[in-house]
């Protein structure tokens, strides 16, 4: 009897802690895995940024294979959201509160990470490297978002330092997407310019929803631009320069980083891409970079599925996520998303594939202080779409 | 002076594929009532078939072209016996929710077999070229789609009005009944229909994916082409034509001289305006039951 009362004590005892440990478990962490999401267009006009995602998918297989992080496989839940806001927030949703992720990792769009932004930080749960450059990922800086694309609106004060100081251009226009992200754009190209005594010769908003880009080109012709950025999708933006071509308007045009996967640009283009400067925030795709070369054979070569592109966008997909693996390794065994934030904090001088990446820990007057790479540098399309560097990294004041 | 001819010329120039778009969207409405939002879908099949004839078998021109032609005759034909009218107890209704089904499966079909990325379509005229006319600049693809969307309004005009199919479908649309009675075989005068419609998208298909393809490319075609179709009265071909014009016109009026941003809708607050002062459309007949 007194056996017995001791077994049951036991038991209880036993029970109490392996429940208590369990309520201790961070959410999407077990001894073997970590859980992490991410959305991505796999259909609708946005899906050629969809092969983040995938690229995302073939590196944490590759770090899989290599034996996991600390002991853990990465277990990553990809769902497409067809860059649909509404999509994205409820399949966030679903996946947090079915299956229960540990972290989110980049993630395509502005909109359709604005939708979940507010989500995500109010529940705690570490979001890295947003597939998007919007000041709104820093601005204000949020504990538990580190973000590693640098700004669209960096992007756009590079290329026009560039076109006044080396090329001496001085009338500068800009065709910008009507939405967040090209509004980023032409804050930074304004901005810039200003810095000259200069302003925007023209500012022509283009709609997602346009085909027909004429009088777009008329516009532009008539403020006599000599540079023109193009703030706007790849589709968009080939429309616009072969636009121009047919109504004999050849400014410099200059482009953003989402348009800076030259080898495809050139060939839908029909060649067209030819002599355009883009900013870009990462190794190009034939650099001989040993990282990237490791990438090229261990995750793209051995996990890509038949017929997917070695391009930017993909390997992008790795480059996101690097910081979020660089963080969870140096947590250890003692996974938790507070342990987490405070060693992305403690993210100095990391270089993966892409710019140096700095972290700090948070200061709600330094915005910059959840923005990871500062630095861009810019290419110019030759032939067959190769590039040409025209600047070294480069840190935009 | 010249920013505004160019403005016109430049709404002709766009009206040209919405006319296309407008006429097969006519030909399907008048034998059978039918608004056939599938039309775009319908062309964007053809035109992914013909860009993998032309880029993956190496294919000449003149037979991928006649070829997708033929193809897309077959596609429509097909769709309207196997699927349309398997409808029971089929409503107009109905009718176009099923289209709207097709609409949805045929883009998921193009985007599943040749995935998301845009392509280009080799087209043996460069859609960036361009003919000036003065000061004025029109591109080449252009200058065919405006010569393309004439030559077929007119071949469709004078086949319905003379040819034996040709009336055969318009006593079909008039008066199903009537026409089955009279010795029409009106099942096959809508499947035929459906073919030649098919056809006509499939030409606005091919001029426009020189510049770029992907599997969303035709939707906005066919809404405008729809918008133009409904402006001119939706059974009437030189109507859809007109209002094709009319509405590139505006559009590029609207960019021009008002605002650039609401361009795009522009053409759909004119049909809202039309259907308000005049709901049978510019050009449309009203028909007027007397007994």
Not at chain 1, 298 to 305: D, I, L, R, T
Request: glycine share 10%; with cysteine.
């Amino acid at each position: 009897m007194k056996m017995k009362g001791l077994f049951v004590g036991v038991l209880a005892v036993a029970l109490t802690l392996g429940l208590s440990f369990g309520a201790m478990a961070e959410e999407g962490v077990t001894d073997t895995e970590i859980h992490i999401g991410q959305w991505g267009p796999q259909t609708g006009p946005a899906a050629p940024w969809g092969s983040v995602a995938r690229g995302t998918d073939a590196y944490f297989k590759m770090i899989n294979a290599q034996g996991g992080i600390n002991g853990r496989k990465l277990i990553h839940h990809m769902f497409d959201d067809g860059y649909n806001p509404a999509k994205t927030k409820a399949g966030v949703k679903e996946l947090q509160e079915g299956t229960g992720m540990f972290a989110w990792v980049s993630g395509v769009g502005t909109a359709p990470g604005l939708s979940v932004v507010d989500y995500l930080m109010d529940k705690k749960i570490p979001w890295v490297g947003p597939s998007a450059g919007s000041l709104h990922w820093i601005d204000p800086p949020k504990k538990y978002l580190f973000a590693v694309y640098p700004l669209y609106y960096i992007e756009a004060k590079g290329l026009c330092e560039y076109a006044v100081e080396k090329l001496r251009k001085t009338r500068v226009a800009i065709a910008y997407q009507n939405d967040d992200y090209g509004k980023n754009g032409l804050q930074g190209a304004a901005e810039q310019l200003a810095k000259y005594g200069l302003e925007l010769v023209e500012q022509v908003p283009v709609e997602k929803s346009d085909t027909d880009m004429k009088p777009h080109i008329m516009k532009l012709k008539k403020a006599k631009a000599d540079v023109v950025l193009l703030w706007v999708t790849p589709i968009h933006a080939i429309r616009i320069v072969g636009t121009g071509k047919a109504m004999r308007f050849g400014p410099q045009w200059m482009s953003t980083s989402t348009c800076s996967d030259f080898p495809f640009m050139f060939k839908i283009s029909k060649g067209l891409w030819k002599g355009v400067i883009a900013a870009t925030f990462g190794e190009l795709p034939d650099s001989d970079d040993p990282l990237l070369q490791k990438y090229k054979k261990e995750a793209y070569e051995k996990y890509a599925a038949k017929g997917e592109r070695w391009g930017l966008f993909y390997y992008a997909g790795i480059l996101f996520a690097e910081p979020l693996v660089e963080g969870i390794k140096r947590c250890g065994k003692n996974l938790t998303r507070e342990r987490l934030v405070k060693e992305m904090e403690g993210i100095k001088n990391f270089k993966g594939i892409g710019g140096t990446i700095n972290y700090a820990p948070l200061d709600l007057a330094e915005p910059y202080c959840r923005q990871g790479q500062k630095e861009i540098f810019l290419v110019k399309c030759l032939d067959g779409g190769k590039y040409e560097k025209l600047t070294g990294w480069w840190k935009i004041k | 002076m010249l920013d505004f001819l160019q403005t016109i010329v430049s709404g002709v120039a766009v009206g040209s594929s919405y006319a296309l778009m407008g006429l097969a969207m006519v030909l399907i409405y008048k034998t059978s009532e039918v608004v056939n939002f599938a039309q775009g879908e319908m062309a964007l099949v053809s035109c992914f078939f013909t860009y993998l004839v032309l880029e993956y078998h190496g294919f000449p021109f003149y037979v991928a072209f006649p070829g997708a032609l033929v193809f897309s005759a077959i596609l429509g034909c097909i769709l309207e016996f196997a699927v349309l009218r398997r409808a029971k107890e089929p409503t107009i209704l109905g009718m176009i929710i099923i289209t709207i089904g097709l609409e949805m499966i045929l883009m998921g079909f193009v985007s599943w077999k040749f995935g998301a990325d845009p392509k280009t379509m080799p087209f043996p005229i460069s859609p960036y070229d361009s003919v000036a006319l003065g000061e004025v600049f029109v591109s080449s693809l252009e200058v065919l789609t405006f010569f393309v969307a004439l030559a077929v309004m007119a071949i469709l005009f004078f086949f319905l009005r003379y040819s034996k199919l040709g009336v055969a479908m318009k006593a079909t649309q008039q008066n199903n009944m009537a026409a089955r009675l009279m010795g029409i075989r009106t099942n096959r005068i809508l499947m035929f229909t459906w073919g030649i419609s098919s056809v006509v998208g499939c030409l606005a298909g091919l001029l426009i994916s020189p510049m770029t393809m992907q599997p969303y490319m035709m939707w906005g075609p066919m809404l405008k082409g729809f918008a133009s179709a409904v402006l001119g009265g939706m059974t009437s071909l030189p109507g859809a034509v007109f209002g094709a014009y009319l509405i590139g016109i505006i559009e590029n009026l609207f960019g021009g001289y008002v605002s650039i941003e609401f361009k795009s809708v522009v053409a759909f607050a004119i049909v809202v305006l039309v259907l308000c002062i005049k709901p049978s459309g510019l050009f449309a007949r009203h028909y007027v039951k007397k007994v």
